[in-house]
């Protein structure tokens, strides 16, 4: 059974850091790129940004960017996303998707999410 | 990286069809057949409908269709169900190697 599981969710103050990670089982993670997405309270989903299968090439969206860092580790099956100079519109949850098989696109699968309120 | 445009609301009978439209510009929609429709029910993950405009994920009904002509991409829903009664994003993949969604729209079955 495919999962992914997120952990790493709280509370931050403005300007805070924090890291999300995304434990995968049931496939084989080192083949997939996988997503994160955010959904903000009362709002639709917001593309956060995705990682390759190795690793080696990261996309994110322009409201993150500079400030939000995804990572793998294949060996451990798990994806991290470190979060910094967090601020109040990052408040979200965050939810990592896994990329198609052989097509662009994602979010065939999802983990439960993590909730990460930046607040003081 | 600004939202793709969908309709606010649609609303249909049961047994009806629906169409929500998404649109975009060249650099998105219009520059690749990338598009995908995602379900969302409040507190829920986004579930995956169709990909590659018109292509659906396993498990997921005939009645889903989709379609894409010029920057505007559609999904399509017949025989709704209450069942159907959800909000629904659109994405694309863009010219600058990121991915952005639509704006949503909330389908009321009546």
């Known amino acids: 059974e495919v999962q992914l599981v997120e952990s790493g969710g709280g509370l931050v103050q403005p300007g805070g850091s924090l890291r999300l990670s995304c434990e995968a089982s049931g496939f084989p993670f080192s083949s997939y790129w996988i997503h994160w997405v955010r959904l903000a309270p009362g709002k639709g989903p917001a593309w956060v940004g995705c990682i390759n299968t190795d690793g080696s090439s990261t996309s994110y969206a322009d409201s993150v960017q500079g400030r939000f860092t995804i990572s793998r580790d294949n060996a451990k099956n798990t994806l991290y996303l470190q979060m910094n100079s967090l601020r109040a519109g990052d408040t979200a949850v965050y939810y990592c998707g896994r990329g198609l098989a052989v097509v662009a696109g994602f979010g065939d699968y999802w983990g439960q999410g993590a909730l990460v309120t930046v607040s003081s | ?110």
Do not use: M
């Open chain 2, 1 to 110: 990286q600004s939202a793709l445009t969908q309709p606010a609301s649609v609303s249909g009978s049961p047994g009806q069809s629906i169409t929500i439209s998404c649109t975009g510009t060249s650099s998105d929609v219009g520059g690749y057949n990338f598009v995908s429709w995602y379900q969302h029910h409040p507190g829920k993950a986004p579930k995956l409908v169709l990909y590659d405009v018109n292509e659906r994920p396993s498990g997921i009904s005939y009645r889903f269709s989709g379609s894409k002509s010029g920057n505007t991409a559609s999904l399509t829903i017949s025989g709704l169900l209450a069942e159907d009664e959800a909000d629904y994003y659109c994405s694309s993949y863009t010219s600058s190697n990121t991915w952005v969604f639509g704006g949503g729209t909330s389908l009321t079955v009546l």
